[in-house]
């Protein structure tokens, strides 16, 4: 077998192994994370197959006989003018993925309906309060009862795009466009009533306004996998552990 031909079977078998989790296992590895291993795969491999000049001649042998044998020419013009299509598609590919226009600008915060039709009754967003808030001043132990379950909850379903630590770092995150946003900080879920995080968790990104679209969001609609109560221990949860307080009707 050929130097050059042993190359691209071990990268085309490092990108095989990559893709086994997603395959048989649903733990796709991300993309980005793909291409940054198979580049190092390639550049290893290289390194080692030109660790001597002869090896060096040898990988390169049929890339030299291709531009410099005069037996080959007809050969060599079919390369030479497949390639240049071979990247047009790629960079097609890459800079224009769709028909879409660019939208350019994205709100990060869309305006919520102001009312709201989930499990099988209306909730005023313009009005509506987390139920399970007051528990924090009535009974406190209650209250962290509460969270832990939130806790439970969310690193059951949504850590994966969160991250575990709530920083929008999660194992799917790098392959989503956009990436999820981060809850930490004071510029999130901070400048937020919990009314707005429900409605954002209830119906995910095909709940939101067709009006001031097209939105980007890869966020699942959770209506048909958590109770309201179970949103809002989660919701709990992702304030207590972050230290950021809700924003309130009043201000």
Known sequence: ???LLKFFLIVLG???????????????VPSSLVLLYLFFVAVVTLLVMTSTEASARSLFAPIVAIVEDPALVRRRN?????LPVLAALVAYQVVLPDNEANIGFRAVHPAPPALMEAYGKSFDLTTLENPLRPVESTDPVRFARLVKEGGDIYYSNCLFCHGAKLDGRGHYAHALDPRPLTFQGVDTIAQLQESYVFWRIVKGGPGLPKQSGPWAS???VWEAELSEEEVWKVILFIYDYTGNRPREWSR
Request: hydrophobic share 60%; glycine share 8%.
């Open 218 to 220: 890869s966020m699942p």
């Open 1 to 3: 077998m050929h130097r």
């Open 14 to 28: 490092a990108y095989v192994l990559l893709k086994l989790p997603g395959l048989f296992f649903g733990i796709p």
């Open 78 to 82: 079919a390369i030479f003018a497949v």
